[in-house]
């Protein structure tokens, strides 16, 4: 299958390099045709990776990965081309950090709306699902790295994009049953507001190596 992957920064890279490690064709893109870490990605990555503009990756992708920073996400989106994005399948792994303050950065969106809806909002025929925002990026791609039943995310107002999201995140090495289905995109507010969290763990922790999990109490009336 074909991926269009924007962005060049250690979550594209990271996701690019397991989608090409798991037999699929990816195209990283930047601003430009040309960006010198997306030409040097693409020569380590081998035959079946490539690289280009927004455009050209979106164009290329019959999913494509949002991996750019939250800041300049709709412009980056904006410039890949709506009618390259038609109807595709968009996965979101955004945040909407806000470093004009120093560290730790704030956000930029909450509460009443996020990084999520607004991309949904300005590309109203692509199919945005939010996911994979709450963890470290080589979590991301290899969750077996950290032992016991973590959790990723998913949001977004498609069923069926869900759905397909859901088995690429299998391919990944995400249990299905580790996946949880927040409901719309609107529940994008949440796993984005929980960066501020992660960040303070990561601090805490000294490494983003970590993840949350979500455990639940037994039904006390199933016996």
Same mark, same amino acid.
């Given at each position: 299958?074909?991926? &269009?992957?924007?962005?060049?920064?250690?979550?594209?890279?990271?996701? #690019?390099?397991?989608?090409?490690?798991?037999?699929?064709?990816?195209?990283?893109?930047?601003?430009?045709?040309?960006?010198?870490?997306?030409?040097?990605?693409?020569?380590?990555?081998?035959?079946?990776? +490539?690289? &280009?503009?927004?455009?050209? #990756? !979106?164009?290329?992708?019959?999913?494509?990965?949002?991996?750019?920073?939250?800041?300049?996400?709709?412009?980056?989106?904006?410039?890949?081309?709506?009618?390259?994005?038609?109807?595709?399948?968009?996965?979101?792994?955004?945040?909407?950090?806000?470093?004009?303050?120093?560290?730790?950065?704030?956000?930029?969106? +909450?509460?009443?709306? +996020?990084?999520?809806?607004?991309?949904?909002? #300005?590309?109203?025929?692509?199919?945005?699902?939010?996911?994979?925002?709450?963890?470290?990026?080589?979590?991301?791609? !290899?969750?077996?790295?950290?032992?016991?039943?973590?959790?990723?995310?998913?949001?977004?107002?498609?069923?069926?994009?869900?759905?397909?999201?859901?088995?690429?995140?299998?391919?990944?090495?995400?249990? +299905?049953?580790?996946?949880?289905?927040?409901?719309?995109?609107?529940?994008?507010?949440?796993?984005?507001?929980?960066?501020?969290?992660?960040?303070?763990?990561?601090?805490?922790?000294?490494?983003?190596?970590?993840?949350?999990?979500?455990?639940?109490?037994?039904?006390?009336?199933?016996?």
């Amino acid at each position: 299958m074909r991926y &269009g992957v924007l962005g060049t920064g250690i979550v594209g890279a990271a996701i #690019a390099s397991r989608l090409v490690a798991l037999g699929h064709e990816v195209k990283m893109g930047s601003r430009a045709a040309g960006n010198e870490k997306a030409v040097a990605w693409a020569a380590d990555a081998g035959t079946s990776a +490539s690289e &280009g503009s927004f455009a050209d #990756a !979106a164009s290329f992708g019959e999913i494509v990965f949002n991996c750019t920073s939250g800041s300049g996400s709709v412009d980056a989106l904006e410039s890949a081309g709506a009618d390259n994005l038609r109807s595709k399948i968009l996965i979101d792994v955004a945040n909407p950090l806000d470093f004009s303050g120093g560290m730790p950065p704030t956000l930029f969106v +909450s509460n009443t709306d +996020s990084l999520g809806e607004r991309i949904q909002r #300005a590309l109203p025929e692509v199919r945005v699902v939010k996911a994979l925002n709450t963890m470290n990026c080589e979590v991301m791609v !290899a969750p077996e790295m950290i032992a016991g039943d973590h959790t990723a995310f998913i949001c977004g107002d498609d069923e069926a994009a869900k759905a397909r999201v859901r088995e690429l995140l299998g391919e990944f090495g995400w249990p +299905s049953q580790r996946v949880i289905d927040l409901g719309g995109i609107e529940a994008a507010r949440g796993t984005e507001m929980f960066l501020p969290l992660w960040l303070r763990l990561m601090a805490a922790e000294g490494s983003g190596r970590f993840n949350i999990g979500l455990l639940t109490a037994a039904d006390p009336e199933a016996g």
